[in-house]
């Protein structure tokens, strides 16, 4: 057995406080603390007995011979000092307890029923360790075993043999029943911190999953901020190092390209900040606009810019889409065109956005590029990953893989619930 007051949570604080103090003073586990509660409680009971034999009960009119009273006390003590195995042995020291409770009931008078403390204090036991169904068990024995004693004795006072029953039954089945209910609120106790246990790490897993997921948006976002403006300097540099010393004025074009671009580029660093912070501009505020289809136009002709032609159509009467959608779809088209860059230098791409009865669509394909140029590892680059991600993100289908040409293609299809879904842009404006 396990000695509950040093290992159960809900243990009340003046037995943590006689738990501390024990432990310094070196008595540790269950059979040693047991004898040390045997020896203070055969002290207890000495004391108690005396004061009743010799001083209490002869006010009441009651006396006992001497020699009788001191047995009775003697036999108390030694069911006290029983105690000590109360936890290591509790069904065997309830029954030595038992055994010596049937001379107390031989030695006592008919008039006064005599019971130490050592039965409160096994059965109490008993029911805090054993399961229910064993400590009822082993109460309802010890209490018809009393009963018959307490009938045998007492035979000729059926009343005597009544209180005797009913305090045997009394002392047992309401110790046993404290006993049981301090260990099931033990058990409670620990179920509850088990508990709060478990959703304080499911509570932290959520955590360190958002904080995953966060940490993701954040790569996907700076990454398709920085390849887009990034590479296109990159390209533009290579070009002004070419041009400084035979078109110094074409270079100092290309220098100021450059500088706007930066400029461009950290407005849209502190806008993706911004909003991953969950802080998006407001107009006024001196931040760059969200981007979205409205602006594949700069988009398309910043890329054209930078490599080969880049065409850009546009099918179907324009319509707003979700805000989270706009953003989608045009980083796909500004990502897709990204990579045309890196893998196709100088082949012409096209960029095809239709507004269909009830679905938007993206196409964004380029041309193979120049045969002494070879693209790179076209798929499974994190480009591809995070535009696929972005598409199921609003419900979109997503396509990507080479065309018969040589080239690449990348497709974004929004289904949406028609026009009456999404009013025209012109409506929208008015």
């Known amino acids: 057995?396990?000695?509950?007051?040093?290992?159960?949570?809900?243990?009340?604080?003046?037995?943590?406080?006689?738990?501390?103090?024990l432990t310094r003073l070196g008595v540790t586990g269950v059979f040693p603390r047991d004898c040390l509660l045997a020896a203070a409680l055969t002290v207890l009971t000495f004391v108690l007995l005396t004061a009743l034999f010799w001083f209490v009960a002869p006010e009441d009119g009651v006396s006992f011979d001497p020699a009788r009273a001191w047995l009775l006390v003697a036999i108390c003590c030694a069911q006290a000092m029983l105690l000590c195995l109360r936890r290591v042995r509790p069904l065997l020291c309830l029954a030595l307890v038992v055994g010596l409770q049937l001379p107390i009931i031989g030695f006592s008078l008919p008039e006064a029923t005599i019971r130490g403390l050592a039965p409160f204090v096994v059965a109490y036991t008993v029911?805090?360790?054993?399961?229910?169904?064993?400590?009822?068990?082993?109460?309802?024995?010890?209490v018809v075993v009393e009963s018959i004693a307490a009938a045998v004795v007492v035979t000729p006072d059926l009343l005597t043999a009544v209180a005797y029953v009913s305090a045997s039954a009394l002392t047992y089945a309401g110790a046993t029943f404290v006993g049981g209910y301090a260990a099931t609120y033990r058990r409670y106790v620990e179920l509850v911190r088990v508990r709060?246990?478990?959703?304080?790490r499911e509570q932290r897993t959520k955590v360190q999953a958002a904080i995953g997921a966060e940490r993701s948006r954040m790569a996907r976002e700076l990454h398709d901020v920085a390849a887009h403006h990034l590479s296109?300097?990159?390209?533009?540099?290579?070009?002004?190092?070419?041009?400084?010393?035979?078109?110094?004025?074409?270079?100092?074009?290309?220098?100021?390209?450059?500088?706007?671009?930066?400029?461009?580029?950290?407005?849209?660093l502190r806008l993706v900040v911004g909003v991953l912070r969950g802080r998006p501009g407001h107009e006024g505020d001196g931040a760059a606009p969200v981007p979205g289809l409205s602006m594949l136009d700069d988009l398309v002709?910043?890329?054209?810019?930078?490599?080969?032609?880049?065409?850009?159509v546009r099918e179907g009467e324009q319509r707003e889409v979700s805000?989270?959608?706009?953003?989608?779809?045009?980083?796909?088209?500004?990502?897709?065109?990204?990579?045309a860059r890196q893998h196709a230098p100088g082949a012409a791409a096209r960029v095809v956005l239709r507004f269909e009865p009830r679905s938007v669509s993206l196409e964004v394909v380029n041309e193979p590029a120049a045969p002494r140029r070879v693209p790179v590892a076209r798929t499974g680059g994190v480009g591809l990953v995070g535009m696929r991600e972005r598409a199921q993100l609003i419900g979109a289908t997503f396509t990507a893989g080479p065309t018969a040409a040589g080239g690449w293609s990348v497709a974004a299809t929004l289904p949406t619930n028609g026009p009456a879904a999404s009013r025209p842009k012109e409506e929208a404006s008015t």
């Open 232 to 268: 296109g300097m990159v390209v533009q540099a290579a070009a002004v190092e070419r041009l400084i010393d035979r078109d110094p004025t074409a270079a100092k074009a290309g220098v100021a390209w450059i500088r706007s671009q930066g400029k461009e580029t950290l407005d849209n």
């Open 127 to 142: 029911g805090s360790l054993l399961p229910v169904r064993r400590a009822l068990l082993a109460v309802s024995a010890v």
């Open 1 to 21: 057995m396990r000695d509950h007051a040093d290992t159960e949570p809900g243990t009340p604080r003046l037995t943590k406080w006689i738990d501390g103090r």
């Open 301 to 312: 002709r910043t890329a054209g810019n930078l490599a080969g032609p880049v065409e850009f």
């Open 323 to 339: 805000p989270i959608a706009d953003v989608a779809l045009y980083r796909i088209a500004q990502e897709s065109l990204s990579n």
């Open 196 to 200: 709060a246990d478990e959703a304080i």
